[in-house]
């Protein structure tokens, strides 16, 4: 009678393991795949930088014809000169485009008998701007300053943007040659305290293209 009582108990037992093997396998065993990437990157080179400069637009001394009795920079009769330009450096690594925005400022251009008189001419890439026959020199400063800004360039990325400087010319002179009163009458009144002048300002813009 214990014979068969403890065959039964080990018979129950070993259903047992079997039961919990079963499920432990149930539980832990199952299909798995696994896979992974791996993805870097830097931030793309900028690294642009532009200074201007116009001090040879304007000079207070033109080869000894034309000499400042002060410290202010001159325009006669005969004299020329030009935008220094503008020195870029770098070599981005995206493609950009180069503008340029103007202010051409003409302020006290006018004489007696001759109503508004700028005998003054401007080239911009070679082209030629100069006062038309009763066209106001303010609309005459617009066109030169509307020539400046519809320059554009692109450069492509990892272009060496110091060619930059070649870009834009911009030129400007008084031709010795000319209407010899009205000349003269703008002459006298600077003597008199009443100078005309004229600024230019260029701004070069640098800006990153899709």
Known sequence: MKKNVMMRVASALLVAVLLSTCVISGTFAKYVSEGSGYATARVAHWGVTISGTA??????????????????????????????????????????????????????????????????????????YT????????????????????????????DDLSNVNDDLQVQWEWPFEGNDYADTQL?????????????????CTITQID
């Open 55 to 128: 001090l040879e637009a304007f000079k207070t001394n033109y080869d000894n014809t034309v000499v400042t009795s002060t410290t202010e920079k001159l325009v006669a009769p005969g004299t020329n000169g030009s935008l220094a330009g503008f020195a870029v450096e770098g070599t981005p690594e995206v493609d950009v485009r180069v503008n340029f925005d103007a202010t051409l400022t003409l302020a006290g251009w006018e004489i007696t008998g001759v109503a508004e008189y700028c005998p003054i001419i401007f080239y911009v890439d070679g082209t030629k």
């Open 131 to 158: 006062k038309a026959a009763g066209e106001t020199v303010a609309t005459f400063a617009d066109r030169v300053e509307d020539a400046i800004r519809a320059y554009s360039t692109t450069y492509e990325a990892n």
């Open 187 to 203: 002459g006298n009144q600077a003597a008199n305290g009443n100078a005309a002048t004229i600024e230019l300002a260029v701004t």
